[in-house]
Each structure stands twice: as C-alpha cells, then as structure tokens.
C-alpha cells in the first residue's frame, strides 16, 4: 500500500514546500520529533540537489507499509545532467559548488534505505526511506 | 445588439441578481458567498451586474476603472478567482438564457449572439484575472520585503556581546542578509562576542551550517568570537548524522548559557545582588 504526493522543485521556495509535505506525513505517521527533523533535513539536501544542479526536477513523499512496518519514501527525480562519478559524491567532504559536501553521504545515514540511480544526460532518481520503529 | 442586451439586463436586473445569486450559492466549494451578510451580499451582487452591464454601455475607460475597483473589493473579500470566473459565466449565461426565453435570441440570430456575448464576457474575465494577478503580485513582493524586515539583525545585549537571533528558514539571499547584518553590526557594536541564536531556525542542513561556518569565521576575520546557541536535541543529532563539523565552534543549547559564557570569556558574571 502506498498513498503519495508531491513537490515540484523550481524554486528555492519549493526546497521549503517540499519538507514542509515531509514532516506533514512524519508526523500523521508517528515519527518522533528525531525522527522528523532527520525525515526534513534529508528532503531539503535531496531537494536542494536538484535545484543546484538540476535546475529543476520533483520531489514524491510515499507512505510504505511492509510486514506491518510503516514507513515514508522519499523519492528525488530529475533529468538534470546526472552523476559522473557516484563513488565520489558519496564520500565525505566531497563537493563541487564549495558547499560541505555532506549532502548524500549525510542523507544517507539520516535515511535507513538509500539507493541512487543516475545516467549521465538523463537524470537522477533518489529513493531514500525510513522506517517507523 | 449591445443595446439590446443592456436594455435587457437593466430591464430584468432584479430577477437576474436573484437567479444569479441562487446558482452561485449552489457553488458547493466555495464558502465565502454564504459567510458574507444579506447586506452587502446583495450590494455586491448589484454592484457586479453593473459593472458586467457598464461594459456594454460606455467607454472602455470608464468601465477599465470601475473594474479595478471592483476587482479589488473582491479580493478584499477573499473570493478565490475560480469564484469570480464562475460568477461571470454565470452571469452571461443567465442573461442568455433569460433573452432566449423571452423570444430575444432566436434560431436566426443565434450566431451573432453568440458571437456578441463571447466578445461581451471574454474581456471581462481576462481583465479580472489580470487584476487578480497584479493583487498577487502585489502582495508577494510586500511579503518578500516584509520577510527581509525581519531577517536577522544584530542585538547589542551588554557591553561587548551581541545576540543575532535567526528565526526561520535561511536561504541563499537570508544568508548574505545575515553576513552583512553580523559583520557590519559586530563592527558598529565593538562587539568581542557575538551569539548567534538558532532556536527559530526549523530545519540545519549542510546549506545551512556552510553559511553558518562561513559566518563565524568572518567574524573571527574581524576579531570577535562567535557562538552556536540554541540547539535543539533533535537538530543537535542530525548535525552529527549529517557529519557536519562544528568542533571550531563553542556551541550550547540555550541563549542563556551563551550568554554566561559571553560574560566569562570577557571576564564578567552576573551576580545575585545581597539586598540587606
């Protein structure tokens, strides 16, 4: 079963729209005030992603329920110019536009299931979940 | 034909503004019809068929201001521009109907009628949702400045320690609004320690911290020290998962235990005074 809604990402106002969505559906689901602000925090990495490189893409809260377990999915998609190097952006301090370079590695260790999909010229998709403990 | 769909309306304004009235309070979606006194509902209402007939029968530039006006009442009211779209259907609907009936509008000049009230209602629903626009726009751009008002600025709360107090969502544009405000008040203030207080803030990711880190070690360039206050439990673990580093930083989780420690670090402490 699963219930979604989403944010398109044009704007750095979006970035906003977006984890206010996410902490809504944390909350409905249970998630303690922990939880939420790791849920929120990883929705504005994620989202701000494909603002700074993409340009513009969208965001897509999920509801999961599996083997009784809730959960909340966050998907990322945009066809932005993709990812050259993955193994690198996944590692620490790593960063292109002079930020941290915490982003991805941060998202996922705030997340529980994290997979990444990205081809070079056509996009990135994101799914990054969280189980209700 | 203009005239004679005036002559029309002016002639039925009563039965109209009824008929009217009955089909939009059946507008199941919106509230605001129902919430508005008989009063001024019937008021509004009247004033509304007159500005639809106005179009008919004078200048475009009278009627262009009368437009406003009403426009703008109309958003004062809160009607959703769904509403007021409908609500000019409606009318023209109505009116053609109620010529029909009358044996106005027949199988011969049906075309040209069509055609007439097409030209009649077309104009007017641009220009409303034009003026609707402009309201908005309007409004954005006051909350915009409105938002930058209330951006960050630097209190002096004792002699040589500042609070700057960050409430809300940080973006690119907060972020050198804070730079600014920080470095510029820090100079302004002579002050050695500055707090900076992120209790308000809802959400630190790494955009967040790098403008945070970038803003300490500013103000270490022009020798103060900077402060992390007001980190919450939940913010102070995602920093960590994040793996953000702040080890730079004195950081603590209330305004006043920085402030005490402002006060030690410039040789001071607040003490209970003996009153005998």
Known sequence: MSNQSSVEIQTEWDIVAARQLGRNVAKELGFGTVDQARITTAISELARNIYLYAGQGKIEIQRLTENGINGILIIAADSGPGIPDIRKVMEDGFSTSGGLGAGLPGVKRLMDDFKIETTLGEGTDIRATKWLR | MNKQMARYIQENMT???????????????????????????NQTSREFAELMTSNLLESHQAYESRLNDFAEKVVRYGWSITFVTKAINHFGDIVFDGMEKDGLINNDNYRGFSKEFNKWITPIRDSTIDTYSRTWERTVSLQKIALQELSASLIPVFDKVSVMPLVGTIDTERARLIMENLLDGVVRHRAEVVLLDITGVPVVDTMVAHHIIQAADAVRLVGAKCMLVGIRPEIAQTIVTLGINLNEFTTTSTLQRGVEQALAWTNRKIVEVDEA
């Open chain 2, 15 to 41: 039965e109209i503004i009824s008929n009217w009235q009955e089909l939009m309070r059946n507008e199941k979606s919106e509230r605001s019809f129902e919430v508005l006194p008989e009063e001024l509902m």
